[in-house]
Each structure stands twice: as C-alpha cells, then as structure tokens.
C-alpha cells in the first residue's frame, strides 16, 4: 500500500536550517509530482512546495519563496524539503503528500499523506 | 493569487442532521475542488475530488457539487465517525486550502 514517511523535524533556532525527508513506497514515485503541505499548531492547512515528477518544475508558495528549497531523488524514492532563514511563523506539522495525476503536475489535487513530522522554531 | 473562502468556521450538529459546507472561489476554477477530512493528530484524508467524484472507499453519505466559484460538501447524515474538520482545496492555478469547518458535537 502506499505509504509516506516524513522525518527531519526538531526544534531549531531563528535563522537556522534543517532539512526535511519524505520516503515513499507503495507507488512508482518517478511518476508522481510531491508536495510538502504544512499545518501550524491549532491552524488550518497551508500549501508549500510542488516538484514535479522528474524534478524538472518546482514551485513555492510566496511566504516561503527564496528561502525554501524542494528536491527528490527518483532512486531513493525520496523527497527533501531544506528550509533556511526559518523564523517562528514557520513552525509546524509539515506533511508530504502525493499529487494525485501520474506523470501530471498541474490540476490533481493532493491524494495520500504521511503522518508528518514537526517543526519548531523558537530561541 | 485563488484565495478559497469557506463556511460556516464551525458547525455544531447532531447525529443523522444533514452538514453542507460551502467553499467559494475568488475566481472561476472549473471544476478543480477536492474535499479533505481531517481529525485530531491525524493526517487529512481525501474525499472528493473535481468537486462531486468520491474517493475510492469514501461512504456515499458525502457528496460534493458545484463549479466554476462555489462549491459544497454534503454529509446527508452526520455519523459518529465524522466529527472533524474538513477543507477544500482548489488546484487550478497552484494549490490553496480554505481556512476549514469543524464538525463538532452540539
């Protein structure tokens, strides 16, 4: 079945980075676009980052432009989030989740998601 | 940028009352609306996507319909199973969730 398994996350300083792991199976994961998808405490869903299948096309949301940067390793069935500059308005639950067309970036809304891994910012 | 607008915030119900939940559009997305049910400590969960097609394994209790700038979710008799809270999210021009509707108990 398919499965997402995020880690990565911890409590980490103002201005500092960490870096965010998503490991998939289940699913042919060359096939599939990626999102990170994150939820602040007591808050509603926030998207963040798409990379599409081959990783040729990546796109952002505006309060995470320039200082996030998304990646995947097709071989280790892998997708990475590196987050740099983190302030505390970046804390929270960040999920991975699978964008639901095959091979289709644009249009398919997200379908599966991992259990997510917590991200706190705070001095 | 598609800003989704949903409602009503919260929803105090009873078992078996019929739930509508609206999501609106700040413009036309055809029909590229999916519905997520979420519960405490919990990952979302599809349940419907382009608007009005349930998700494999999802009850016939929820349906969704509408295009173009509104769009709802109808659960035709409110289960235990169902307090949650639920979004919309559009994916016609990059990916934006409504602000969510907690189902809770009245």
């Known amino acids: 079945q398919v499965q997402l398994v995020e880690s990565g996350g911890g409590v980490v300083q103002p201005g500092k980075s960490l870096r965010l792991s998503c490991v998939v199976s289940?699913?042919?994961?060359?096939?599939?676009?990626m999102h990170w998808v994150r939820q602040a405490p007591g808050k509603g869903l926030e998207w963040v980052a798409v990379?599409?299948?081959?990783?040729?096309?990546?796109y952002f949301a505006d309060s995470v432009k320039g200082r996030f940067s998304i990646a995947r390793d097709n071989s280790k069935n892998t997708l990475y989030l590196q987050m740099d500059s983190l302030t505390v308005e970046d804390t929270a639950m960040y999920y991975c989740?699978?964008?639901?067309?095959?091979?289709?970036?644009?249009?398919?809304?997200?379908?599966?998601w991992g259990q997510g891994t917590l991200v706190t910012v705070s001095s | 940028d598609i800003q989704m607008t949903q409602s009503p915030s919260t929803l105090s119900v009873s078992v078996g009352d019929r739930v509508t939940i609206t999501c609106r559009a700040s413009?036309?997305?055809?029909?590229?609306l999916a519905w997520y049910q979420q519960k405490p400590g919990k990952a979302p969960k599809l349940l419907i996507y382009?608007?009005?097609t349930l998700e494999s394994g999802v009850p016939s209790r929820f349906s969704g319909s509408g295009s173009g700038t509104e769009f709802t979710l109808t659960i035709s008799s409110l289960q235990p199973d169902d307090f949650a809270t639920y979004y919309c999210?559009?994916?016609?021009?990059?990916?934006?969730f409504g602000q969510g509707t907690k189902v809770e108990i009245k």
């Open positions: 989740a699978r964008g639901s067309g095959r091979l289709q970036l644009w249009l398919n809304p997200v379908d599966y």
């Open positions: 289940g699913f042919i994961f060359n096939e599939y676009s």
């Open positions: 990379m599409s299948s081959y990783g040729s096309n990546e």
């Open positions: 413009r036309s997305i055809s029909n590229w």
């Open positions: 382009k608007a009005s």
């Open positions: 999210l559009q994916s016609d021009a990059y990916w934006t």
